[in-house]
């Protein structure tokens, strides 16, 4: 079959790799002029399976409600006259209940599972580079409540098969000896030894080049506007994707089957056809900085649990990321926002790096109310999903990209998990393509 895959991030890139492996003609387009040029390019890092929890839980909407109007924030929610943040906010809400919660981190979970199992196979048959670190992760908390109640969290992701440990302070500078200076301001932390962390852009664009070695046709610098349909009802599908060739030519190119995959833009592509996708773009920061004494730079990837920054260490350089800014699709630097973190990163590690030289960036997270991706069918019969991947894009990445090949294939996938317009084991619930248009 030929298969045209639009988006050449994480998850655009592992379907493309897989759909070729399944045997498919694969063609990916991509506006960028590489793979992994937007959310995928500079992000946290982590692989973290045991830190799945989505930002829906019972806690959120005080805390989000706390922090409204502030700069530095770590969740900053900006009112816009913007039918789509409010529907999504008000989803979000609904989220939150602890019913809710409870399913959707038994999805993520699974998902997270399965990709780091299939990053893991992915490792050792490509042999890419990615400046991986498999020391685990280690989130520390300088607040004795927000320890408290990450007890139980911890305790939910053991019984899920996750192993998180809840730790002293005095274990967390002993895995992570480069937090010493701020050993007494430390309360307690959970580690989760089978967690990593990698360069998201080295690996995406790495496996792009594979890809492209082993047949799969990338077009760049080629921007999508529409997909053209036919047909009603049970016979309807796509016909053709219309692009903006580098040229600047408008064409179509036709396919038998096209997988949306291009994060935060997906809703505005898919909602001309009916197919109302809940996603919101959550901008995020991030700082690199060239580490210039090793001994005093972290190696084990940490989570900041008061600052909601995560850290990577990657090679010579340490990545720093998060915030999240509800404010439509725009990717600017808030000077305030990469100011909070230089602060924060050098309060943590002061002789680890060259502050004077940051590389800020901004990306946007597209985030479903629930984190729970979108992956599967639609009511188009060639038209799949591959969209919505939030907070944990490159944790989920891989066995995303997995299970859609095995989708188009005609195939149920291996993992467990709540695919759109396809029966779901555990309840023997169908998610009918009407409940992603709602
Ligand atoms: C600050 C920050 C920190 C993060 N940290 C982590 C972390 O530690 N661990 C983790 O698991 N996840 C993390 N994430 C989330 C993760 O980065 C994302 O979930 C993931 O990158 C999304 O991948 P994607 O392929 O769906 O989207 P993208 O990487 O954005 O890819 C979409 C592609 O579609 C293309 N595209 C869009 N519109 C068009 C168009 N009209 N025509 C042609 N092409 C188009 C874009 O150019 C882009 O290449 C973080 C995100 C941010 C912002």
């Known amino acids: 079959m030929k298969v045209i895959v639009l988006g050449s991030g994480i998850i655009g890139t592992a379907s493309a790799w897989f759909l070729n492996k399944a045997g498919h003609d694969v063609t990916v387009i991509d506006r960028q002029p590489g793979a992994a040029q937007e959310t995928s390019f500079a992000n946290g890092c982590q692989i973290s399976v045991s830190h799945a929890e989505p930002w829906a839980n019972p806690a959120a909407p005080m805390k989000v409600l706390k922090w409204l109007g502030k700069e530095d924030a770590p969740l900053l929610y900006r009112f816009r006259p913007e039918w789509l943040q409010w529907k999504w906010a008000l989803n979000f809400l609904r989220e939150c209940t602890p019913g809710r919660t409870n399913e959707n981190i038994h999805q993520i979970v699974a998902l997270c599972e399965y990709s780091r199992q299939t990053l893991v196979g992915l490792r050792a048959e490509t042999g890419i580079e990615y400046d991986n670190l498999n020391r685990g992760i280690l989130h520390f908390y300088t607040d004795q409540k927000e320890f408290d109640d990450s007890l139980p969290a911890a305790k939910l992701m053991r019984d899920l098969g996750c192993p998180r440990d809840s730790i002293s302070a005095d274990e967390v500078v002993r895995i992570e000896p480069a937090l010493a200076s701020i050993r007494d301001k430390i309360v307690g932390g959970d580690f989760t030894a089978n967690d990593e962390s990698g360069d998201v852009y080295k690996f995406t664009s790495g496996l792009a080049q594979k890809s492209a070695a082993a047949g799969v046709n990338f077009q760049f610098n080629t921007t999508v506007t529409r997909l053209i349909t036919e047909g009603?009802?049970?016979?309807?599908?796509?016909?053709?994707?219309?692009?903006?060739?580098?040229?600047?030519?408008?064409?179509?190119?036709?396919?038998?089957?096209?997988?949306?995959?291009?994060?935060?833009?997906?809703?505005?592509?898919?909602?001309?056809?009916?197919?109302?996708?809940?996603?919101?773009?959550?901008?995020?920061?991030?700082?690199?900085?060239?580490?210039?004494?090793?001994?005093?730079?972290?190696?084990?990837?940490?989570?900041?649990?008061?600052?909601?920054?995560?850290?990577?260490?990657?090679?010579?350089?340490?990545?720093?990321?998060?915030?999240?800014?509800?404010?439509?699709?725009?990717?600017?630097?808030?000077?305030?926002?990469?100011?909070?973190?230089?602060?924060?990163?050098?309060?943590?590690?002061?002789?680890?790096?060259?502050?004077?030289?940051?590389?800020?960036?901004?990306?946007?997270?597209?985030?479903?109310?629930?984190?729970?991706?979108?992956?599967?069918?639609?009511?188009?019969?060639?038209?799949?999903?591959?969209?919505?991947?939030?907070?944990?894009?490159?944790?989920?990445?891989?066995?995303?990209?997995?299970?859609?090949?095995?989708?188009?294939?005609?195939?149920?996938?291996?993992?467990?998990?709540?695919?759109?317009?396809?029966?779901?084991?555990?309840?023997?619930?169908?998610?009918?393509?009407?409940?992603?248009?709602?």
């Open 232 to 438: 009603t009802g049970a016979s309807a599908k796509i016909t053709g994707v219309e692009v903006i060739t580098p040229e600047g030519r408008h064409e179509v190119l036709h396919a038998d089957a096209f997988v949306l995959a291009m994060g935060s833009f997906s809703t505005a592509l898919a909602k001309p056809l009916g197919i109302d996708l809940m996603i919101y773009p959550g901008k995020g920061y991030s700082a690199t900085y060239k580490v210039t004494d090793t001994a005093a730079a972290p190696s084990v990837s940490l989570t900041d649990d008061g600052y909601k920054l995560v850290v990577s260490r990657l090679g010579d350089r340490l990545r720093v990321a998060g915030t999240c800014e509800l404010n439509g699709y725009t990717r600017d630097l808030n000077t305030a926002r990469c100011e909070a973190i230089t602060r924060r990163t050098r309060e943590l590690f002061p002789d680890a790096c060259d502050y004077d030289n940051p590389t800020y960036w901004t990306g946007l997270r597209p985030l479903t109310p629930s984190n729970v991706p979108y992956i599967g069918k639609t009511k188009f019969s060639n038209l799949f999903l591959n969209t919505g991947h939030g907070t944990l894009g490159w944790t989920m990445g891989c066995g995303s990209g997995r299970a859609l090949a095995d989708i188009v294939s005609g195939h149920q996938p291996e993992v467990n998990f709540r695919f759109t317009g396809m029966p779901y084991q555990t309840s023997d619930r169908i998610i009918t393509p009407q409940s992603i248009t709602a």
